[in-house]
């Protein structure tokens, strides 16, 4: 039996903010069709659904015209200027179309207030050296011309400054660069946009433009944040190589968790009173010893546990919901692949077959929401162990726990609730099984405890919620 004992020092030092999800790539392949574009809001941030409320809006450079590289139907995002035959700069605010139908539709959907974030991946191809918006010649380099860090920084704030003032959307946070200090970022890539940026003096240059830039156009509202490093270690590192004019306008680190999530970075971010996101994270991984298509959900959910273990994110995003797509036209050129096996490690949460008009689900969907749709922004996150986690909500006494067994056998659980609950009734929520026959989001029979220990049973390749509105102690 797994006996773990919650402890309030165990709390989070901040309120959870919510989860969300990347729309980059997958809005801007599907923003076209009105239909599909309301069921992903419906699906993704409807309280019926994953309940999300952080979408991540990625402005797009926008390539050499003349360019045609990237293979991928999803990754061409459109830039919001073009150059005319004269090299002039014309604004085209109406070019992502696609992924701003998706946006709005997100933000109606979402039932308590839409977090939007604003990120780039690189600038516009002719601010760069290579004169290609997917990276530098050697990967390594910075690809941003020194003398547009400006331009770019204003490039960035003008789009921020239309959304908010011409099509009323408030962007609440804007990261200026997307794992910046790799060598991803390769000219003329056939996968998508990108651009390095060294850790210190070049990322400490576009951080305080940016700011400046934002400020100067009255969105000063708008958090700073940096630098979206693909690992623990890179983030780290760059915040070290912060200087101290650099954090005066730094409002929020982000990281993304390719790798281990890092404890070092999490103590980091506590130790100096900044907050902290995990902004982006998936993988094609899987629990392999379970065949029924519960494999890739059961391993995002270990992913998701230890990520707010040992990082104590305020909010938690993973890349892109819609990992896949079929289909038998060709779209920006390119033409879809097979569809995805999402009984096996797949990127994402779901596919979207376009002849059919539908988006597929998966259990991995279904596992993502035992989290998201119960432990709830303003909650304060509470880590018991590498496959249990937890939330209390000081506002109504609640308490929520989630449970992982990956395990081909029960797993037995006992949780020593004393120091934070007197006891009560759990409701209990489950997904198991197969997507065809397994359970999604199964509201199972209650369990009552009057004493301070809560004794259970996790079904086989499980993922169980069990939640508590009475019997809590407060916490403050």
Same mark, same amino acid.
């Given at each position: 039996?797994?006996?773990?004992?919650?402890?309030?020092?165990?709390?989070?030092?901040?309120?959870?903010?919510?989860?969300?999800?990347?729309?980059? =790539? =997958?809005?801007?392949?599907?923003?076209?069709?009105?239909?599909?574009?309301?069921?992903?809001?419906?699906?993704?941030?409807?309280?019926?659904?994953?309940?999300?409320?952080?979408?991540?809006?990625?402005?797009?450079?926008?390539?050499?015209?003349?360019?045609?590289?990237?293979?991928?139907?999803?990754?061409?995002?459109?830039?919001?200027?073009?150059?005319?035959?004269?090299?002039?700069?014309?604004?085209?605010?109406?070019?992502?179309?696609?992924?701003?139908?998706?946006?709005?539709?997100?933000?109606?959907?979402?039932?308590?207030?839409?977090?939007?974030?604003?990120?780039?991946?690189?600038?516009?191809?002719?601010?760069?050296?290579?004169?290609?918006?997917?990276?530098?010649?050697?990967?390594?380099?910075?690809?941003?011309?020194?003398?547009?860090?400006?331009?770019?920084?204003?490039?960035?704030?003008?789009?921020?400054?239309?959304?908010?003032?011409?099509?009323?959307?408030?962007?609440?946070?804007? *990261?200026?660069?997307?794992?910046?200090?790799?060598?991803? =970022?390769?000219?003329?890539?056939?996968?998508?946009?990108?651009?390095?940026?060294?850790?210190?003096?070049?990322?400490?240059?576009?951080?305080?433009?940016?700011?400046? *830039?934002?400020?100067?156009?009255?969105?000063?509202?708008?958090?700073?944040?940096?630098?979206?490093?693909?690992?623990?270690?890179?983030?780290?590192?760059?915040?070290?190589?912060?200087?101290?004019?650099?954090?005066?306008?730094?409002?929020?680190?982000?990281?993304?968790?390719?790798?281990?999530?890092?404890?070092?970075?999490?103590?980091?971010?506590?130790?100096?009173?900044?907050?902290?996101?995990?902004?982006?994270?998936?993988?094609?991984?899987?629990?392999?010893?379970?065949?029924?298509?519960?494999?890739?959900?059961?391993?995002?959910?270990?992913?998701?546990?230890?990520?707010?273990?040992?990082?104590?994110?305020? *909010?938690?995003?993973?890349?892109?919901?819609?990992?896949?797509?079929?289909?038998?036209?060709?779209?920006?050129?390119?033409?879809?692949?097979?569809?995805?096996?999402?009984?096996?490690?797949?990127?994402?949460?779901?596919?979207?077959?376009?002849?059919?008009?539908?988006?597929?689900?998966?259990?991995?969907?279904?596992?993502?929401?035992?989290?998201?749709?119960?432990?709830?922004?303003?909650?304060?996150?509470?880590?018991?162990?590498?496959?249990?986690?937890?939330?209390?909500?000081?506002?109504?006494?609640?308490?929520?726990?989630?449970?992982?067994?990956?395990?081909?056998?029960? &797993?037995?659980?006992?949780?020593?609730?004393?120091?934070?609950?007197?006891?009560?009734?759990?409701?209990?929520?489950?997904?198991?099984?197969?997507?065809?026959?397994?359970?999604? =989001?199964?509201?199972?029979?209650?369990?009552?405890?009057?004493?301070?220990?809560?004794?259970?049973?996790?079904?086989?390749?499980?993922?169980?919620?069990?939640?508590?509105?009475?019997?809590? &102690?407060?916490?403050?």
């Amino acid at each position: 039996m797994d006996t773990v004992i919650l402890k309030k020092s165990s709390l989070a030092p901040r309120p959870f903010e919510g989860w969300g999800t990347s729309l980059c =790539w =997958w809005a801007h392949r599907l923003g076209y069709d009105d239909g599909l574009s309301q069921k992903s809001a419906e699906l993704f941030y409807s309280k019926e659904g994953l309940g999300l409320n952080i979408m991540r809006y990625n402005i797009g450079g926008g390539d050499d015209p003349t360019h045609n590289h990237i293979t991928r139907t999803d990754s061409k995002i459109p830039g919001w200027v073009k150059l005319n035959k004269k090299g002039e700069k014309i604004f085209t605010p109406d070019a992502d179309k696609n992924q701003l139908n998706v946006l709005r539709r997100c933000i109606a959907a979402t039932e308590n207030g839409a977090f939007v974030e604003a990120f780039s991946n690189s600038p516009p191809y002719f601010m760069t050296v290579s004169g290609c918006s997917s990276g530098s010649r050697n990967a390594v380099s910075d690809n941003l011309k020194a003398e547009c860090v400006d331009e770019f920084a204003a490039y960035l704030s003008d789009v921020c400054e239309y959304m908010e003032k011409q099509m009323n959307i408030r962007i609440d946070s804007l *990261a200026a660069m997307n794992e910046p200090n790799t060598d991803y =970022w390769r000219q003329y890539s056939p996968k998508q946009e990108g651009c390095h940026f060294d850790a210190g003096e070049s990322q400490n240059r576009i951080l305080i433009a940016t700011s400046k *830039a934002m400020k100067e156009r009255g969105l000063s509202h708008t958090h700073i944040t940096a630098s979206d490093e693909t690992n623990c270690q890179l983030q780290l590192l760059a915040c070290k190589k912060f200087s101290k004019e650099t954090w005066s306008h730094i409002d929020r680190i982000s990281v993304h968790t390719y790798s281990r999530a890092w404890k070092r970075l999490g103590d980091y971010a506590i130790r100096h009173n900044i907050p902290l996101w995990m902004a982006e994270t998936d993988w094609s991984h899987s629990v392999k010893s379970c065949k029924n298509g519960m494999g890739p959900g059961l391993w995002f959910g270990k992913k998701i546990i230890q990520d707010l273990t040992l990082l104590s994110p305020q *909010a938690w995003i993973m890349w892109q919901v819609i990992g896949s797509y079929t289909g038998s036209e060709p779209f920006d050129g390119n033409y879809d692949g097979p569809q995805t096996d999402m009984t096996k490690g797949f990127w994402g949460v779901a596919s979207c077959d376009f002849d059919k008009k539908e988006i597929l689900l998966s259990q991995k969907y279904y596992c993502f929401g035992q989290f998201t749709r119960y432990i709830r922004p303003g909650m304060t996150v509470l880590p018991i162990d590498k496959l249990t986690a937890g939330a209390y909500n000081k506002n109504d006494g609640s308490l929520v726990i989630v449970a992982v067994n990956d395990r081909s056998r029960e &797993r037995k659980l006992s949780l020593d609730l004393k120091e934070i609950s007197s006891g009560g009734e759990f409701e209990v929520i489950r997904t198991s099984g197969s997507l065809e026959e397994g359970e999604h =989001w199964t509201k199972l029979d209650s369990i009552s405890t009057d004493c301070t220990v809560l004794n259970t049973s996790l079904k086989p390749y499980s993922i169980t919620t069990f939640i508590s509105k009475t019997g809590f &102690r407060s916490l403050s």
